[in-house]
């Protein structure tokens, strides 16, 4: 994935503020751009939930419903949130702990980055993955699946699924910090 | 405080000992003066990274106390003074190495300008490609301008030519003594004595997490050539084919080790002459004699593993 060059504006003058914020923002943003050039991941997070839904909800089931909701419909909030489960469980709990194993985790520590700056921008990436599958999955359904979904309702889905990714993200990291890493902690050198 | 001045940065009777029984860093006291390139020299295992860690406030002692600039290492504000290049095993691989150079400048209020870290790590023309995808002496290079990224007062090195070619190996010991010169203080742990010959302005050889001798380069390099100095005796090498055993060698005045290299027994002791007489005196069939001062590498050698 290419991006055009952003130069960061740098400013000694900034207040500590501003440049707090500068730095959540540039954090984030690169966190987010980090996890979907690394294709084996942006793939296979927005893939698989994209590739169930058509597979259980549009394709299988058709015309069926459960209780008096549509199986299009059903599934599309149900495979939303399993992919924003998916983008937090396996982008954060496996990236934090790759990080951590591997001492990316203490040069971060040993900088002076806020420490809630990283954790933020994986919580971002994750909200990020989950408005990715939730439009994609409601484009599918509308188009293919006849769902009907008023924009009202489109809007409630990404808030849930946004904020839905919150606990997935303590989840992941929680994981993250249980499993001891492979590779460090062993040698005190 | 005066001495604050010239101590930037002081470890004082500091433990640690992991949760597994290792005690990494045993009851180390050393103090880094302002200006200084200063050495961490010891094996693996010695103890030099976890000294760096609690240098940078990532572990805690679990007794004595760590201060940097008067303060705690964990404070913000030491932070914003300090730069540091832990061993890595990896960084994120889908970020170009000039977005993870930002990424760090944009953490200090004043930090180094793009154009001088590249060129400080010897990065130009690498500067659109993905950490993945390049090579580990380049990894170690865009991890060297990472830790130049705040123009830091302090900066912690470790293990920095680690994978790098005689080439990029020297070029980063002119960048090394380039900070020196412009007045940063500069801490290296490594484990070539050439490397911290070359560089240091003060050496500190550590083993098994405690300081085995410290001094100037030359100071620490005359142990090997065989003057006395202030901590430690110098010593020499004695080489001989001999029927005396082990023990009996052990036994003679100075001795620090005792070993076989194919048919000659090789002695290293402090008194090469008393113990020679007695080893004379001792077997009459003794041949192939040879005394020699011990190399630098030797020298340390002995030095790390004798005690």
């Known amino acids: ?189 | 405080m005066p001495s604050a001045a010239q101590t930037v940065a002081s470890l004082k009777n500091t433990t640690k000992r992991y949760k597994n029984g290792v005690t990494a860093v045993d009851h180390l006291s050393l103090d880094l003066s302002s200006g200084q390139v200063i050495a961490l020299l010891g094996p693996n295992g010695a103890g030099k990274s976890t000294a760096v860690k609690l240098m940078m406030g990532l572990s805690a002692p679990t007794s004595g106390t760590v201060s940097i600039f008067g303060s705690d290492p964990r404070n913000p504000h030491t932070r914003l003074r300090t730069g540091v290049m832990l061993q890595v095993g990896r960084a994120p691989e889908m970020l170009r190495v000039r977005e993870h150079i930002n990424i760090f400048r944009g953490y200090y209020p004043n930090p180094t300008p793009y154009s001088n870290l590249v060129k400080a790590a010897a990065l130009e023309g690498l500067e659109e490609r993905f950490f993945g995808q390049l090579s580990g002496g380049q990894r170690q290079r865009v991890l060297f301008a990472i830790a130049l990224a705040g123009d830091p007062d302090l900066v912690f090195l470790d293990e920095p030519t680690v994978g790098l070619d005689i080439e990029s190996r020297r070029a980063m010991w002119a960048e090394i003594r380039a900070l020196a010169a412009r007045g940063l203080t500069v801490l290296l742990t490594t484990h070539y004595l050439e490397e911290a010959d070359a560089l240091a302005h003060r050496i500190i050889v550590i083993n098994k997490g405690r300081i085995i001798c410290e001094g100037a380069p030359a100071g620490v390099k005359s142990m090997g050539a065989g003057y006395r100095s202030e901590t430690t005796g110098g010593f020499k090498i004695v080489r001989c084919a001999t029927t005396l055993t082990a023990d009996q060698l052990r036994a003679m005045p100075g001795v620090l080790a005792v070993s076989l290299a194919g048919h000659l027994t090789e002695i290293t002791t402090e008194q090469p002459e008393a113990a020679l007489r007695e080893m004379l005196a001792l077997d009459r069939s003794l041949s192939a004699l040879e005394v020699e001062c011990p190399a630098l590498e030797d020298a340390f050698l002995t030095l790390t593993s004798e005690n």
């Not at chain 1, 914020?21 to 954090?27: G, N």
């Not at chain 1, 420490?115 to 359904?141: H, N, R």
Request: net charge positive; aromatic share 8%; charged share 10%.
């Open chain 1, 1 to 189: 994935m290419s991006t055009p060059s952003v130069s960061l504006p740098i400013d000694s003058s900034a207040s500590p503020t501003s440049r707090a914020i500068r730095i959540f923002l540039t954090e984030i943003r690169y966190e987010v751009l980090r996890a979907l050039r690394t294709r084996a991941f942006s793939l296979s997070s927005i893939g698989f939930p994209v590739m169930f839904y058509c597979l259980f909800g549009l394709m299988m089931n058709r015309n069926e419903t459960i209780g008096t909701v549509a199986v299009a419909k059903y599934l599309l909030g149900g495979y939303a949130i399993f992919g924003s489960l998916g983008a937090a469980i396996f982008g954060i709990g496996v990236g934090v702990a790759l990080d951590r194993s591997a001492g990316w985790l203490e040069l971060k520590q040993a900088s002076p980055m806020p420490p809630l700056a990283y954790v933020l921008s994986k919580l971002c990436m994750a909200v990020a993955f989950s408005l990715i599958i939730v439009s994609i999955l409601t484009l599918l359904g509308i188009s293919i699946g006849h769902v009907r979904i008023a924009p009202l309702a489109f809007v409630r889905i990404l808030a849930i699924a946004s904020l839905g990714a919150a606990p997935f993200c303590c989840l992941g990291l929680a994981m993250a910090f249980l499993v001891p890493p492979t590779s460090a902690g062993v040698s005190p050198t």
